[in-house]
C-alpha cells in the first residue's frame, strides 16, 4: 500500500550535516505519521524523530534533541532529517517509517518500512 525509499546517506565528518530524504508512494501518505530510527551494528533499532500526518506535532531523541530537525511536504509526498552536528556515535543506517494511525517511538506500531541508508561519521 506504502512503499518508503530513503536517500541521502553518506560519510561525513565529526561536527558536519546530513540531509536524509524519505519518499513516499500512495495518495493519502500525507495522513500517515512518519517516523525516523537508526541502527548500528551489533545494536538494536532505536528511535530517532517521528511527525504526525500535519506536522503540527515533533518528538525527538534525547540523543538528537537539538541537533536533528524532522520536516515534511506533503505535496511532494516527502518527510526530511536535518542532522547537524553529527557524532560518530550516530553512525548507523536511518530507516523511515509510516503509520496510519500511530507517532511516536515505539517501533512495532509502524506499519511500512523502507530500505534504509547507511550514516557515517568520522572522527
Known amino acids: 500500500q506504502v512503499q518508503l525509499v530513503e536517500s541521502g546517506g553518506g560519510l561525513v565528518q565529526a561536527g558536519g550535516s546530513l540531509r536524509l530524504t524519505c519518499a513516499a508512494s500512495?495518495?493519502?501518505?500525507?495522513?500517515?505519521?512518519v517516523g525516523w530510527f537508526r541502527q548500528a551494528p551489533g545494536k538494536e533499532r532505536e528511535f530517532v524523530a517521528a511527525?504526525?500526518?500535519?506536522?503540527?506535532?515533533?518528538y525527538y531523541a534525547d540523543s538528537v534533541k537539538g541537533r536533528f530537525t524532522i520536516s515534511r511536504d506533503n505535496a511532494k509526498n516527502t518527510v526530511y532529517l536535518q542532522m547537524n552536528s553529527l557524532k560518530p556515535e550516530d553512525t548507523a543506517v536511518y530507516y523511515c517509517a509510516a503509520s496510519q494511525y500511530y507517532s511516536g517511538s515505539y517501533y512495532p506500531k509502524y506499519d511500512y518500512w523502507g530500505q534504509g541508508t547507511q550514516v557515517t561519521v568520522s572522527s
Open positions: 500512495g495518495r493519502t501518505f500525507s495522513s500517515y505519521a
Open positions: 511527525i504526525n500526518w500535519s506536522a503540527a506535532s515533533t
